[in-house]
């Protein structure tokens, strides 16, 4: 028997229109919980050059947010750097190795919930 469920292809990506997004923000901001208004994207890098994950969130009250790199929480240090202004919080890693390819998340938390962004890194060797 045939599915009469067939699916729907688009060639274009979908987008949300602004006016759904607009309501979103809204539906956020009153909850209070964490989430992202810009999320994680997947990254290349060459071998030995830095890279910089960058994220916007909003929540109320602020969220604590932390980054993670193959399900283990980075510490802000020398080789993982933090970095936050405002609603904008980044991952700054100074130099690349091949051991830095894989999953990073960057998760946010406060006490009305809990989000999370998860992006992928390529480390491309030198030519």
Do not use: H
């Amino acid at each position: 028997m045939k599915s009469l469920f067939m699916p729907i292809l688009s060639p274009k990506t979908p987008t949300i229109p602004v006016s759904l997004k607009q309501s979103l923000d809204s539906i956020y901001s009153r909850s209070g919980a964490p989430w992202f208004k810009k999320s994680l994207k997947n990254t290349s890098v060459v071998d030995g050059e830095p890279v910089r994950f960058t994220v916007k969130i909003t929540g109320e009250p602020k969220p604590q947010v932390t980054w993670w790199f193959e399900g283990e929480m980075l510490q802000d240090s020398e080789d993982y750097q933090y970095i936050e202004r405002g609603e904008t919080y980044c991952l700054y890693l100074p130099e690349t190795f091949p051991e830095d390819e894989g999953e990073y998340m960057c998760k946010a938390v406060n006490n009305r919930g809990t989000s999370a962004s998860t992006c992928i890194l390529t480390i491309e060797s030198k030519s």
